[in-house]
């Protein structure tokens, strides 16, 4: 509890900056796969 | 584009506007009688309900993708953005709950940027995940 609240701020930037990037470069590899199945029917 | 996809996120962008404005609106109003009719920008972007926001969308939006029906392939792609998105959940709502509670002195300074970084976060990623469960 305590340790949350002195670095809030902290723990706030590294799980928002590393959830964002993965979601994105998920997304892109996704976007990736499914137009490489289409290509391939 | 993809119609479905565009109409999916605009949907899903007027959702949270609507959903953002109730806590600010309520936070802008109560402020008033305190600060001579003058509504502080700070105090706004320091309102924790934010987090409570953050929460809905960020958990909404990957349940949507997690269980969206839309195609086969890339299913643990999926799988994986949601779980991220779900990360971002658990924090806002873990923070909201311990900012609540006031057992724990908080920064003002340090909570209203935790508070601003989480809700954009998740504001994107709730928005990528709704595109992408479309596909």
Known sequence: MAFFANNFLVIAEIVSVTSTVAVFLLGIAFVKQKRRAESNH | ?135
Do not use: H
């Open chain 2, 1 to 135: 584009m993809n119609s479905k996809v565009t109409k999916r996120v605009l949907v899903w962008l007027f959702f949270g506007m609507i959903l953002t404005a109730v806590p600010i609106t309520a936070a802008a109003v109560m402020s008033l009688p305190k600060n001579a009719g003058i509504v502080d920008f700070f105090e706004l972007v320091f309102n924790q309900d934010l987090l409570a926001v953050a929460f809905t969308l960020s958990a909404a939006a990957s349940a949507d993708v997690i269980f969206s029906r839309e195609s086969k392939d890339g299913g643990l792609l999926k799988v994986g953005m949601g779980s991220f998105t779900m990360v971002l959940a658990f924090v806002s709502a873990i923070g909201y709950a311990i900012i609540k509670s006031g057992d724990e002195r908080f920064d003002p300074y340090q909570t209203a940027w935790g508070v601003a970084l989480l809700y954009a976060a998740s504001m994107l990623c709730s928005l990528v995940c709704e595109a992408l469960s479309e596909l």
